[in-house]
C-alpha cells in the first residue's frame, strides 16, 4: 500500500509539474509569478477554512466506529462540516476586505483564489473523514493524484486556446479540477455517511468534545503548514517583497525540489511500518537499527539524484521559459533541503509515533515563524536569493531541532551520523 501511495504522490507531482511548465511557457514569468501567489493564496486559505478538524478522524472517528458509537462519529463528522462553513466564510470575507484595502480592488484572479479556498478545503474535509473510515485510498489517492491530473487538463485547454487566455481562467481550471475530486469524494463516501445517520440513534447533534476536536487538529495543522505548506507559504510570502518575475523563480525552484525529495519521502515510508511495529513494542533498538538502514539508503540515493540535478538544472529550467535560467542560483541553495532531509532523518515521525503531538507542533510553529520572517526580511534585503536563503534557514531548523528532541524523549539517533558511528564501531 505504501508504494501505490507514494506512486499516485509522484504521479501527482509530475501533472503539477507540467501543468506549471505549460503555465509558465504560455503566460511568461511575470504572469506565472501571479498565478504562483494566487494559487498559494488559494491553498494557504484553506487549512484555515477547515481549521485542520479534519486530521483527528483516525483518533476519533475510528475509535468510536470501533466501539459502535455511530451517533459519536456522526456527531464528529457533522462538527467538521460546521466548522467549514463558519470558518469559510470568514476567512473568504476577512482576505478579500485585507486585499481591498491595500489595493482598492479585488483582481479577478484574486477573487478565483478566494472563491476556491473554500472548495479546496472542502476536500480536506472529505479526505478527513474518507481517513475515519479507513478508507485510506480514498483520502490520499484523489487530492495528492485526481486535482493535478484534472488540473492539468484544464491547463492544457488552456494553452491551446486562440490568442491569450485571461490568467484568471487558471483559478477556474483549478476550481473545476477540485470540484471534480469533491464530487468523487462525496459519491464515495456518501453511503458511509448515510450509514451513519441512520444506524446513529436519533439523538440529534451534540458536540461535547468540540474542545478537543479542535485542539488536535490545530495541534496537528502547525506541523502540517510547514511540512506540506511550506512552498505555498513561501511563494505567498515572497510576494510582498519580490517582483512577479522572482517570485515566479522562486515557485519553479521550490517545485522542482520538491520533486527531488520524493525519493526520500519514499524511503522514508517505506520504512515506516516495520519502525513502529518495532516501536509498539518498544523494541528501541530494532528501531535504531531500521534508522540506520534507512538512513545510508537515504544518503547515497539523496547524493546520486543530487548530482544529477545539478549537473541538469540549465536544462530542465529552460524548459520553462529563458527567463527560468535564472533560477539556478535558488535551485542549487534550495538544494541544500533534500540534503538537510537525507542527513537528519526522519524525526518528526519519531516524534508522532512517541504520541507527543505538542512536540511536533512547537517545532512546526517555530519554524513557521522562522520561514514568515526569513522569506519576508531575505527577500527585502537579498531578494530571491535572499528569500531562498530564509526558507532554507526553516529547513535546518525543523530538521535538526527534530534531531535534538527526538534523541532527548527516546535515546534515538534519526541521523545518518548513528549509521556512520555504528559502522565505525563495528569495524574497530
Known amino acids: 500500500m505504501p508504494s501505490i501511495l ?18 509558465s511557457r504560455y503566460y511568461g514569468a511575470a504572469q506565472f509569478g501571479l498565478i504562483a501567489q494566487a494559487l498559494s493564496l ?7 477554512c477547515t481549521l485542520n478538524i479534519e486530521a483527528g478522524s483516525p483518533r476519533f472517528m475510528i475509535a ?7 451517533l459519536s462519529a456522526r456527531n464528529y463528522a457533522s462538527f467538521n462540516f460546521r466548522i467549514w462553513a463558519v470558518m469559510s466564510a470568514l476567512c473568504c470575507l476577512t482576505v478579500a476586505l485585507w486585499i481591498w484595502l491595500q489595493n482598492g480592488f479585488i483582481s479577478p484572479l484574486y477573487l478565483g483564489a478566494i472563491i476556491v479556498a473554500p472548495l479546496v478545503g472542502l476536500t480536506r474535509i472529505f479526505a478527513g473523514l474518507a481517513m475515519g473510515f479507513s478508507k485510506v485510498f480514498l483520502a490520499v ?20 486556446m486562440v490568442g491569450s487566455a485571461p490568467v484568471f481562467w487558471v483559478l477556474i481550471a483549478f476550481g473545476v479540477a477540485n470540484i471534480g475530486v469533491g464530487f468523487l469524494q462525496y459519491k464515495s463516501l456518501r453511503p458511509l455517511m448515510n450509514n451513519l445517520l441512520h444506524q446513529g440513534g436519533n439523538g440529534g447533534a451534540v458536540y461535547t468534545e468540540w474542545q478537543q476536536w479542535i485542539k488536535l487538529g490545530t495541534i496537528i495543522g502547525s506541523s502540517v503548514l510547514f511540512i506540506e505548506f511550506n512552498q505555498y507559504f513561501s511563494v505567498l510570502l515572497a510576494g510582498l517583497t519580490l517582483s512577479n518575475i522572482d517570485v515566479a523563480l522562486l515557485d519553479i525552484a521550490l517545485k522542482i525540489i520538491g520533486f ?29 537499527a531500521y534508522l540506520n538502514q534507512s538512513g545510508l539508503i537515504r544518503l547515497w540515493v539523496t547524493m546520486v539524484i543530487v548530482a544529477i540535478f545539478i549537473l541538469a538544472a540549465p536544462y530542465i529550467l529552460a524548459l520553462f521559459g529563458p527567463a527560468f535560467i535564472d533560477a539556478r542560483p535558488l535551485f542549487l541553495l534550495l538544494l541544500g533541503i533534500p540534503i538537510l532531509m537525507a542527513i537528519f532523518g526522519p524525526a518528526q515521525q519519531i ?55 527526538v534523541h532527548r ?13 555504528k559502522i565505525t564501531k563495528g569495524g574497530s
Open 64 to 70: 468510536a466506529i470501533r466501539k459502535g458509537n455511530l
Open 42 to 48: 488559494t491553498m494557504v486559505m484553506s487549512i484555515f
Open 6 to 23: 507514494v506512486a499516485c504522490r509522484v504521479a501527482g507531482a509530475v501533472s503539477g509539474m507540467l501543468a506549471s511548465l505549460l503555465l
Open 260 to 288: 527531488v525529495s520524493f525519493s526520500i519521502i519514499a524511503i522514508n515510508q517505506s520504512y515506516l511500518p516495520r519502525i513502529t511495529q518495532a516501536f509498539a513494542v518498544n523494541d528501541l533498538a530494532q528501531v535504531q
Open 351 to 405: 516524534l508522532s509515533l512517541i504520541k507527543r503531538p505538542s512536540l511536533l507542533a512547537i517545532l512546526a510553529g517555530i519554524a513557521v515563524v522562522l520561514l514568515c520572517a526569513g522569506v519576508i526580511i531575505g527577500g527585502a534585503s537579498g531578494g530571491g536569493i535572499g528569500a531562498a536563503m530564509g526558507v532554507l534557514i526553516s529547513w535546518v531548523f525543523w530538521t535538526v531541532a527534530g534531531v535534538f528532541l
Open 141 to 160: 489517492i484523489p487530492r495528492s493524484f485526481m486535482r493535478q491530473f484534472l488540473f492539468l487538463f484544464g491547463v492544457i485547454g488552456i494553452t491551446f
Open 409 to 421: 524523549e527516546t535515546g534515538l539517533n534519526t541521523s545518518v551520523f548513528a549509521a556512520f558511528g
